[in-house]
């Protein structure tokens, strides 16, 4: 089971965003839609009412959230999603990427144009027309073979030059974490500092993350419009996971929190949809900061 799961903040869309990358991706799939209530609802969200809530889709096995909600947080490249087709193992890994690139291109954003680079023959990262972003690469063969899906997060502007103590930090408060590649700028170079991270990927629970510190001054850093789903056992583990990770109190909501370096993540019960279905559930989550499970 995917421990920890990205969730996009969609602006009245998400069932149309997952549609699309189910449609794009392979082995993908929706798993799972929840609605808002009927009635009840706050003020702010009573245009919501029966409407797509969550929905759970999984792109090529590796699981996302949607929350369908307003334009109160956009998605910005700060955390990226990188896809990583392997010619070693797939002949017409080209063919796949370009075809997702031409995809995520119409009506999105191009930040870094397809083309070769160092690290690969074939690159580019694109923000596609909902706000997420991708960096599509063909893989170098050889060495430990990367996942198809790895979340990247890109530290700049306050959180400049923070990538290495951001991985350190989390590798140390997740189980089943290593350190695998890291790759150092040299000397300075735009706002990176030298020593700074240019390229480092790592593991959480298992998972794969990736992690650098930007190397051109940018006006965008981490938001709620993309954060990270971490489910747990039981209520110690929610305890401990929230000491570690909240540290902006005014962020805290419904289990949402915000670390020291402005990441946003969920800390919720592994049988959060169990919980949700219980008579007013939804309204004892909104009373609730960190989320006790006793409470529902």
Same mark, same amino acid.
């Given at each position: 089971?995917? %421990?920890?799961?990205?969730?996009l903040?969609?602006?009245?869309?998400?069932?149309?965003?997952?549609q699309?990358? &189910?449609?794009?991706?392979?082995?993908?799939?929706?798993?799972? $839609?929840s609605?808002?209530?009927?009635?009840?609802?706050?003020?702010?969200? %009573? =245009?919501?009412a029966? %409407?797509v809530?969550?929905i759970?889709? =999984?792109?090529g096995?590796f699981?996302f959230t949607?929350?369908?909600?307003g334009?109160?947080?956009?998605i &910005?490249p700060?955390? !990226?999603f990188?896809?990583? /087709?392997?010619p !070693?193992?797939?002949?017409?890994?080209?063919?796949r990427?370009?075809?997702?690139?031409?995809?995520l291109?119409n009506?999105?954003?191009?930040?870094?144009p /397809?083309?070769?680079?160092p690290?690969?023959?074939r690159?580019?990262w694109?923000?596609? *027309?909902?706000?997420?972003?991708w960096?599509?690469? /063909?893989?170098?063969?050889?060495?430990?073979?990367a996942? @198809?899906?790895?979340p990247?997060l890109?530290?700049?502007g306050?959180?400049?030059?923070?990538?290495?103590?951001?991985?350190?930090?989390?590798?140390?408060?997740?189980?089943?974490? *290593?350190?695998?590649?890291v790759?150092?700028?040299?000397?300075?170079?735009?706002?990176?500092?030298a020593?700074?991270v240019?390229?480092s990927?790592? $593991?959480l629970?298992?998972?794969?993350f990736?992690a650098?510190?930007? *190397?051109v001054?940018?006006?965008?850093? @981490?938001?709620?419009?993309?954060?990270?789903?971490v489910?747990c056992?039981?209520q110690? =583990?929610i305890?401990?996971?929230?000491?570690a990770?909240?540290?902006?109190? =005014?962020?805290?909501?419904?289990?949402?929190?915000?670390? *020291?370096?402005?990441v946003s993540?969920?800390i919720v019960?592994?049988?959060?949809?169990?919980?949700?279905?219980?008579?007013?559930? @939804?309204?004892?989550?909104?009373?609730?900061k %960190?989320?006790?499970?006793a409470?529902?």
């Amino acid at each position: 089971m995917q %421990k920890i799961t990205p969730c996009l903040w969609f602006n009245g869309n998400a069932a149309e965003g997952a549609q699309f990358y &189910t449609d794009l991706f392979p082995d993908s799939r929706v798993v799972t $839609t929840s609605r808002y209530p009927d009635e009840g609802l706050p003020d702010f969200q %009573k =245009e919501m009412a029966g %409407k797509v809530l969550a929905i759970d889709f =999984e792109l090529g096995g590796f699981r996302f959230t949607g929350i369908n909600a307003g334009p109160e947080y956009p998605i &910005t490249p700060a955390i !990226s999603f990188m896809v990583n /087709l392997d010619p !070693s193992h797939d002949d017409d890994a080209e063919a796949r990427l370009n075809e997702l690139w031409a995809a995520l291109e119409n009506g999105g954003e191009t930040l870094m144009p /397809l083309g070769q680079y160092p690290h690969s023959t074939r690159y580019g990262w694109v923000q596609d *027309r909902f706000g997420v972003s991708w960096q599509l690469m /063909l893989a170098n063969p050889g060495g430990e073979r990367a996942p @198809f899906i790895v979340p990247n997060l890109l530290f700049g502007g306050s959180a400049q030059n923070r990538a290495a103590e951001a991985r350190a930090y989390y590798t140390s408060i997740f189980s089943d974490s *290593r350190t695998a590649t890291v790759m150092e700028y040299p000397e300075q170079t735009g706002p990176a500092a030298a020593g700074a991270v240019m390229f480092s990927d790592f $593991t959480l629970a298992g998972q794969w993350f990736a992690a650098m510190d930007s *190397r051109v001054e940018q006006s965008f850093s @981490f938001t709620e419009g993309v954060s990270l789903v971490v489910t747990c056992a039981d209520q110690d =583990e929610i305890d401990r996971l929230w000491a570690a990770l909240s540290e902006v109190p =005014e962020a805290e909501q419904c289990g949402w929190c915000k670390d *020291r370096f402005g990441v946003s993540w969920q800390i919720v019960p592994e049988n959060m949809g169990e919980l949700m279905s219980r008579p007013g559930a @939804f309204d004892n989550m909104m009373a609730m900061k %960190k989320l006790e499970i006793a409470g529902f």
